[in-house]
């Protein structure tokens, strides 16, 4: 199919994970480039081997994780230069492509692998930029100023063995009330330094979030649809307050649901494996609060 679209030079734009259509070779190069890197992520249609453009077909490329961006006009430029190249190298030159490969990595390698230290040089660019605003100094700081608006997190040590946490009455031990672990990890040589635990459970009160739900009047307003937005339509189920569930909870507690602001959450978790019986090579698990007080184009998004 793509024959027929190779230049006036006999080159074709290469889809293989390496070259990420910016780079051009001969047909008969094209399918040991693909067989040996494999095809690119996100190339569905192949406006560059013969398929037509649609209206929402960019030019786009495949990132690092896979994912689709724009194409970066810088590789236009080298798809110009190693093309040319290309073209000495088919009358017998010494092969040059090479030499472009660390260009083409620099260009698809993040600017700032630490993103603490990415913000923290943003910052000082933004206050150089507008003198007269306002900003936090770095990115601790930034993430001090979050914990006071409540939407920080409170570190907990945990067991080895899962047994306990070094939490409440266990806060200050150092072993492990059930198994008499230790809390730290021993490493060798160390006599001084500070400690790191074996584990760390990161939680994220629950309270101060619930609070913010209620501090302006909008939100205020939407944590009481359930009480007036049930489907009028007895065989729709839109939100959980359609379900029998809901209105059996509400007949055996009519206290709690008599004040249409007491706080309905839904608990969901994946993957938790607290007793190691699930062959799984990581030790951390999401446990998501969702609040069905909230109509259901709101309560499931991340800010909620």
């Given at each position: 199919m ?6 006036d ?7 293989c994970r ?7 070779h001969?047909?008969?190069?094209l399918?040991s480039?693909?067989f ?10 192949w406006i560059h081997?013969g398929?037509?453009?649609?209206a929402?077909?960019?030019?786009t ?7 689709i961006?724009e194409r ?8 110009d ?12 030159g010494p ?11 620099a260009?698809r390698?993040?600017?700032?692998p630490?993103?603490n ?6 910052l000082?660019?933004l206050?150089?930029a ?18 006071k608006m409540?939407l ?13 946490l ?16 230790s809390?730290w990890k ?10 790191v ?13 619930l ?6 009047s ?6 009481r ?5 049930k489907?009028k339509?007895?065989d729709?189920?839109?939100?959980p ?8 909870f ?11 602001r007491?706080?309905?959450l839904?608990l ?6 607290p007793?190691?019986?699930m062959?799984l090579?990581?030790s951390?698990w999401?446990?998501v ?9 709101i ?6």
């Amino acid at each position: 199919m793509a024959k027929p679209f190779v230049n006036d030079r006999g080159f074709i734009k290469c889809p293989c994970r390496r070259c990420l259509n910016n780079a051009s070779h001969q047909l008969e190069d094209l399918e040991s480039h693909i067989f040996r890197n494999s095809f690119m992520f996100g190339y569905n249609q192949w406006i560059h081997h013969g398929e037509p453009a649609t209206a929402n077909a960019g030019t786009t490329v495949a990132g690092p994780s896979g994912g689709i961006h724009e194409r970066d006009e810088m590789f236009d430029v080298l798809d110009d230069i190693i093309s040319e190249d290309a073209e000495e190298d088919a009358v017998g030159g010494p092969s040059s492509n090479d030499q472009y490969d660390d260009l083409f990595a620099a260009l698809r390698s993040e600017l700032y692998p630490d993103t603490n230290k990415s913000f923290d040089e943003l910052l000082k660019l933004l206050k150089l930029a507008f003198p007269k605003i306002d900003l936090v100094e770095s990115h601790y700081e930034a993430k001090k100023l979050m914990t006071k608006m409540g939407l920080g997190y409170n570190s907990i040590h945990v067991c080895k063995n899962d047994c306990a946490l070094f939490w409440k009455e266990n806060s200050l031990k150092d072993t492990c009330p059930v198994c008499s672990e230790s809390r730290w990890k021993l490493q060798s040589g160390q006599r001084s330094g500070k400690n790191v635990p074996h584990k760390v459970l990161r939680y994220f009160p629950v309270g101060p979030r619930l609070k913010r739900l209620f501090a302006t009047s909008k939100t205020a307003k939407l944590m009481r649809w359930h009480s007036t937005g049930k489907s009028k339509d007895n065989d729709v189920m839109r939100h959980p307050v359609d379900g029998k569930s809901w209105q059996e909870f509400d007949k055996r507690h009519p206290q709690f649901a008599g004040d249409v602001r007491n706080v309905r959450l839904g608990l969901a978790a994946d993957g938790f494996n607290p007793f190691g019986n699930m062959s799984l090579s990581y030790s951390m698990w999401p446990v998501v609060l969702t609040t069905y007080n909230l109509p259901p184009w709101i309560c499931m998004k991340a800010e909620y």
